[in-house]
């Protein structure tokens, strides 16, 4: 079953940095434990990046890339779905973008004006950094890092974030970027990543339209969804109790 409503600035629901970031409190559990049903929000499927990082800032670049048809949000709802079907009825929410005016309680109303649902995922975009560089990645993508000094250096992305809305105060119960590991000294990029050769990096930037990224861009993503839905919403520590 689908929930149908028009979200406004759907982008707003999550922040873009770790300082808007929070496990669930044990209040935020409960209220998490007594829900029975779920609507799930995604937007990290409209583009694609393709970003460069050279040895100076001349060398930086970035394209992106309108990718709606891949159905990345889509697999995004099904995969949420797949995770909590066992303990909620969930639900897909779809959206249109509109005016960024609107704040999240007033998206979430509109969204449970056309049918409630006791909690709310919502997964968008986030941003992480490049290693120790004033550089970042955001949402979904490909970065070559070190121009022609190491043209193999491209590493595909997926920096998106989970958050967990109460459907009756609209309050925030808890968010987590996907994949992150807390201070990372291994990861150059702290999300779901994949090393890549340069035989993947697209000769124009149309040609990400390719079945190979589409599939590895979706497993990515659904890799960083794997673990973290299930952490943000409690159900880790509900199975290690019984």
């Known amino acids: 079953m689908r929930c149908r409503s028009v979200v ?3 982008l707003l629901l999550t922040g873009g940095c770790a300082g808007g970031f929070g496990a669930p409190s044990t209040e935020a559990l409960k209220t998490m434990a007594q829900a029975k049903t779920v609507g799930v929000i995604s937007t990290v499927g409209d583009k694609f990046a393709l970003q460069k990082m050279g040895l100076t800032v001349f060398g930086n670049e970035l394209n992106e890339v309108a990718i709606n048809s891949w159905g990345i949000d889509n697999a995004v709802a099904n995969k949420v779905s797949a995770l ?3 303990r909620y009825t969930v639900r897909r929410v779809s959206y249109s973008g509109g005016g960024p005016d609107a704040g999240v309680e007033d998206i979430l109303r509109k969204v449970a004006a056309s049918q409630k649902c006791d909690l709310y995922v919502v997964v968008a975009r986030s941003t992480a950094p490049v290693g120790s560089s004033n550089q970042s990645v955001s949402g979904l993508g490909m970065i070559e ?5 190491n043209p193999d250096n491209v590493t595909l992305f997926a920096v998106t974030a989970v958050s967990v809305y109460d459907g009756r105060t609209f309050e925030s119960l808890g968010a987590q970027r996907t994949g992150f590991e807390g ?7 702290n999300a779901p990543t994949r090393t890549l ?3 993947w990096w697209p000769a124009t930037p149309q040609a990400v339209h390719n079945e190979k990224l589409k599939a590895a861009t979706r497993a990515l993503v659904e890799q960083g969804l794997a673990t973290t839905v299930p952490q943000i919403m409690g159900l880790t520590k ?5």
Do not use: E
């Open 145 to 149: 890092v070190g121009g022609v000094l």
């Open 84 to 86: 909590l079907s066992k």
């Open 183 to 189: 201070l990372s000294f291994t990861k150059t990029i």
């Open 238 to 242: 509900a199975a290690a109790a019984n």
């Open 197 to 199: 050769d340069h035989s």
């Open 8 to 10: 406004v600035a759907l």
